[in-house]
């Protein structure tokens, strides 16, 4: 389980985050969306430890995590954190080393490791590209060597950080299909992002922020039919919502649902 309680937390005098009860264990999916500057970011670094809360707690397997070395240590093996910008968290040169740092840096054995980096690059479809120098990949490329980076912990929580950002069409569709994988081996994820219809697409529960606060949640298709509110946050409502509240059409979850609804109605 991995939720929080009333968590509070500032910088210096000013509240960024106000007192959130949220639980990412419910649904194997969920979204967090908002404007800049509404807390989503600092949000995901009380989730992995990387700050702590002045009041309220995260939780973690139904008790507060008390950020001991310890503690901390065992969070980060089943809490793990893929960065908007990949560079920020790929150091190697090749691909199957910066894969294991983590595995080698807790003991894990060669041949495991060795196991692992094939499941998670097959996971990630980058077994074409496995042998190439990372500076040479792609920005899509080197997202998906962070999130393989991630999985080799067979961490039980991913965070996505704007898993979108800078993709093309292609890649966009890709990393959709990533994430539906992940989440097909019984793993939760928790996608912080500013694309509206990813997350209306493929959430499960969606949690919305302003300023700090939560504003909103529920199902994708409770949250973002609620227009009003979903302004008020700085946000628009997704494409095929738009279409079902301003035109009647039927509500769908994705673009071949929405095309194939249309031709049935011809």
């Known amino acids: 389980m991995l939720a929080t309680e009333g968590l509070w937390f500032r910088y210096q005098d000013e509240p960024v985050l106000k007192g959130l009860t949220l639980d990412f264990s419910r649904q194997p999916v969920t979204g ?15 989730l992995n430890g990387l700050l702590r809360p002045q009041q309220g707690s995260v939780l973690w397997q139904g008790k507060p995590l008390d950020h001991s070395r310890r503690s901390l240590l065992a969070l980060r093996q ?19 080393s910066d894969i294991a740092f983590s595995l080698r840096n807790i003991g894990v054995p060669e041949a495991e490791i060795a196991r692992r980096i094939d499941e998670a690059l097959m996971l990630v479809d980058a077994q074409s590209f496995r042998q190439q120098p990372i500076q040479s990949l792609s920005h899509g490329q080197k997202k ?48 912080s992002s500013h694309d509206i219809d990813l997350i209306y697409e493929v959430c499960n529960a969606v949690y919305v922020l302003r300023q700090g606060e939560l504003v ?29 509240s301003e035109l009647g059409l039927p509500l769908c979850k994705n673009e071949d649902e929405f095309f194939a609804a249309m031709r049935e109605g011809i």
């Open 32 to 46: 967090l969306v908002g404007a800049n500057g509404c807390g989503k970011s600092t949000l995901f670094m009380n």
């Open 78 to 96: 089943q809490v793990t954190t893929v960065f908007q910008d990949p560079d920020q968290q790929i150091f190697y040169t090749d691909i199957d």
């Open 144 to 191: 998906r060597v962070a999130i393989a980076g991630a999985l080799v912990m067979q961490a039980k929580y991913l965070l996505l950080d704007e898993p979108t950002a800078g993709l093309d069409p292609a890649g966009r569709a890709q990393m959709i299909a990533i994430i539906q994988r992940i989440v097909a081996q019984g793993n939760h994820v928790v996608i």
């Open 216 to 244: 909103l949640h529920g199902t994708p298709g409770e949250v973002f039919a609620q227009r009003q509110v979903i302004e008020q946050a700085g946000l628009t409502q997704p494409w095929l919502v738009k279409l079902h």
